[in-house]
């Protein structure tokens, strides 16, 4: 695979911020549980503030951040539908979450060990943590640890 640019980098981490923000927004819609509605409604309001502090840093290398990834809007589909299973409605949409931030934590690492500014790693650095931690929060909702 080809080494990406800075600005290509950037770019994919705010397309991968701006999914989740809006994957969060629509599973804490159809979720029953209010623990798992209000964590995901804080990861959404969470993942549009991480792709608000990245778009600065694309700016300043020329880029523009746009909407977000086709491959997402498919998943977050892809998460409807499996919702919509009578039995574990709410299992259902967390495994999807816990696989998107799989995801997400997967794009920061690649980011943190190829093209990134200087300017902007210990932002994604801490960015990184915060999926990683959430990821965990999901998991200890679903089992009733919180």
Known sequence: MAERTEREVLHH???ICKDGER???SAAEHVNAPALKTLFAD???QRKQFAEELEPHLHR???SADGGSNGAAFHRG???LRGFVPARHDHAIVTEAERGEHA???A???ALNGMLPPTVTDLVEAQRDAIADA??????VEMGDE
């Open 13 to 15: 981490l705010i397309d």
């Open 104 to 106: 997400a934590l997967n």
């Open 108 to 110: 920061y690492k690649d």
């Open 61 to 63: 290398l020329g880029g």
């Open 23 to 25: 994957g969060f927004r």
């Open 135 to 140: 990821n965990e929060r999901i998991h200890a």
């Open 43 to 45: 990861l959404s309001a």
């Open 78 to 80: 892809w998460m409807l």
